[in-house]
């Protein structure tokens, strides 16, 4: 971002400062302790409350939606069960319950490498807070991190894959670790760009920050419109949950330099955990989002040339 988009915008005094790093030697590993959040949802409005708690390993991520009367349905964190859904990721359980929103914990689970973990909830979709993963990611530092004794095996691309829109392009190619390069333009703004590799304490400070970010008089719309029609649009958007943009400028400012391309890395790292392994790759990410994430996952998941488990 320019220097003049950067005063515009203003930026916070200090940046979350990152934990001293987590131990990794190569095993799956799930959570040391349970914890809770509670909080109101981005499109519902409604309160939820969400328990992330350890699990045995090769149980993957899961999440468990909990009814009145002890009823319960689990729906993995998977590709497969993605399920279209406006300015969100939303999985569908074959037995029909839906749970919206996961993106921002999938996120913090994966850059935290939690391999697996059982998610319950009480309602249809997970807070949003202020729209960032910070409060995901302290929650998970808070519990810790425990390795088990089977050996995590990751994706490793082998060949490019790319999937392209217009001019949305989403490009995953060989490479170490995760590592994305990312850009957005964005009217009054100019270009926004990032690049990094997807490491636990470089997420919290550099991405996890990232705010949800629109319009302000487009999600109000979208708010009016969703509260006639009685459908789960935007109900709990605002000021308090979103990066609300004014023409050329966020209300409130800048947490963290260009921050809506770093809020569109954040959803991209939720959207490939769906792919149930951590993935080594290159990412090359142009004007991304939720439906070209889930579209570049699907043809990875349909080359099986394109990869190896590693």
Sequence with gaps: MSTTAMSRLGRTPAEPKADAGLPDTGHRATLAAAFVRSGRGLHTGRHATVRVAPAPSDHGLVFRRTFPGGRTVD???SWHLRERQPLCTALRSPEGPLIRTVEHLLAALYAHRIDDALIEIDAEELPIFDGS???WCRAIREAGRAEGAVPRRAIRVLAPVEVVDGR???RIEPGDGLRISAHLALAHFGPLDWSGAITPDGFLAEIAPARSFGRYWRAMLGRAYGFAARKPLLQGCGVASAAMIVRGTIIGGLRVPDEPVRHRVLDLVGDLALAGRPILGRLTAVHTGHELNHALVA???????????A
């Design 75 to 77: 729906v993995p964190a």
């Design 133 to 135: 993963a910070v409060p």
């Design 168 to 170: 949305r392009r989403l």
């Design 299 to 309: 043809k990875l998941m349909a080359e099986p040339a394109a990869w190896e488990l």
